[in-house]
């Protein structure tokens, strides 16, 4: 079993749509949560940290359910420039900061 | 900026050859990482490292050999290629800290092609 699941999608929205994604972990020990974005051909980077009582960045939310081992992104008035695979990644802290990725979800936003 | 680079962003090597792969960063990050990226499997963890000198076996390590002789510096050996380890190869580095410290950065990844 993986320990980290995605849908794959894609995800096809048109420009001002509110998309969100979800993400299953099976380590009930994971500490902490993470959403990273990939652009075509480039390397992941940070988009946010998820915290225990949830957060927003922009228009950008992450929320964390830990009974039912899941987390989330929301994405409010998708723009062009949001088209890219969203990668969720868990961590455990104990585990010398090993992280585990998510194989991703690719959001296409459309004209 | 933390930055890492990779010494190369393309490679092609024919079957049996050693490969050597290079990742610098310039951060003093302690931890090191080496994963490799294939369509549909996402990022697997081959090696990772601590601490100069130390490493530790991640996912998928058969195959692979690292070397962290230098903070800084950190290298991924094929010491026998094979067509099963074309792929795209990303390394990343972080700091030891807590949960918000300890973002992975990554550099912008070599594919390799074996043939």
């Known amino acids: 079993r993986k320990e980290v699941e995605q849908d794959p999608g894609p995800f096809n929205v048109p420009e001002g749509a509110t998309v969100a994604f979800n993400c299953t972990y099976s380590?009930?020990?994971?500490?902490?949560f993470f959403w990273y974005r990939q652009d075509c051909r480039k390397e992941p980077k940070l988009l946010m940290s998820?915290?225990?009582s949830g957060n927003e960045d922009g228009r950008f939310t992450a929320q964390l359910n830990r009974a039912s081992q899941y987390i989330s992104l929301l994405i409010r008035d998708s723009k062009l420039s949001d088209s890219a695979t969203y990668l969720c990644v868990v961590d455990l802290i104990y585990n010398f900061n090993k992280f585990y990725f998510g194989s991703g979800t690719k959001l296409n936003v459309k004209p | 900026d933390v930055k890492v680079t990779q010494s190369s962003r393309y490679l092609v090597k024919r079957t049996g050859e050693k490969v050597f792969l290079e990742c610098v960063q310039d951060m003093d990050h302690e931890n090191m990482f080496w994963y490799r990226q294939d369509p549909g499997l996402g990022l697997r963890l081959i090696y990772f490292?601590?601490?100069?000198?130390?490493?530790e076996k991640g996912d998928i390590p058969e195959g692979y050999s690292v070397s962290r002789e230098k903070k800084e510096r950190f290298s991924l050996i094929l010491e026998s290629a094979s067509t099963n380890q074309t792929s795209m190869y990303l390394c990343?580095?972080?700091?030891?800290?807590?949960?918000?410290?300890?973002?992975?950065?990554f550099g912008p990844g070599t594919r390799l092609t074996v043939l």
């Open positions: 990343a580095s972080s700091a030891t800290g807590g949960p918000l410290a300890r973002e992975q950065f």
């Open positions: 490292s601590y601490d100069v000198k130390m490493k």
């Open positions: 998820v915290y225990s």
């Open positions: 380590n009930s020990a994971s500490q902490s």
